[in-house]
T-cell receptor
């Protein structure tokens, strides 16, 4: 069965620090990859997605992620975080060859940015 | 992006009662919707896939008789928690799948419903 693993459960950074959140998945076929963010008290929002093409994907709010197929990874990065980036971050994987749209979510990473 | 709404946003009920949660896709039709449960500080756990005009597909370990799902139209799916108990208290999130051709299907999430069972 597919699984998604986020290595960092709780990350604390100071403003302007660089961010990298790890995401690994276990599935050998074609995948669709997503990063979602959930700000306190708000619903899930899509940060970025990868379907095909350039493995370096740029999303909203200065976030980017790189799909490394050989490592089954899709790590999220931001060069300089802001206090407003404090939120819960979820990596999710879907079967690219399937039309079900079903997603498997990672455990989530809590990011706390100190002003 | 597409908009998905949920109603109610928050509900408190007594143990033994049933609660219905609605999920609507406001600006696109969705033959497929998903229902998730999110525990505090935890990830989203997929409960079931709601299919318009047919029976829902439940994930392993989810009681289909307790969590009734109806997807009667292309824009509405409902989740009914029957005979709710305190352990059913949770944050329930729905999503609607917007089809864009094979590889490009994408889920859009509702704001969630906080259920508290007393």
């Amino acid at each position: 069965a597919q699984s998604v693993s986020q290595h960092n459960h709780h990350v604390i950074l100071s403003e302007a620090a660089s961010l990298e959140l790890g995401c690994n998945y276990s599935y050998g076929g074609t995948v669709n990859l997503f990063w979602y963010v959930q700000y306190p008290g708000q619903h899930l929002q899509l940060l970025l997605k990868y379907f095909s093409g350039d493995p370096l994907v740029k999303g909203i709010k200065g976030f980017e992620a790189e799909f490394i197929k050989s490592k089954f990874s899709f790590n999220l990065r931001k060069p300089s975080v802001q206090w407003s980036d404090t939120a819960e971050y979820f990596c999710a994987v879907g079967e690219g060859s399937s039309n079900t749209g079903k997603l498997i979510f990672g455990q989530g990473t809590t990011l706390q940015v100190k002003p | 992006g597409a908009v998905v709404s949920q109603h109610p946003s928050r509900v408190i009920c007594k143990s033994g009662t049933s609660v219905k949660i609605e999920c609507r896709s406001l600006d696109f039709q969705a033959t497929t919707m998903f229902w998730y449960r999110q525990f505090p500080k935890k990830s989203l756990m997929l409960m079931a896939t709601s299919n318009e005009g047919s029976k829902a597909t439940y994930e392993q370990g989810v009681e289909k008789d307790k969590f009734l799902i109806n997807h009667a139209s292309l824009t509405l799916s409902t989740l009914t928690v029957t005979s709710a108990h305190p352990e059913d208290s949770s944050f329930y999130i729905c999503s609607a799948l917007r089809l864009a051709g094979g590889l490009y299907n994408e889920q859009f999430f509702g704001p969630g419903t906080r259920l508290t069972v007393l």
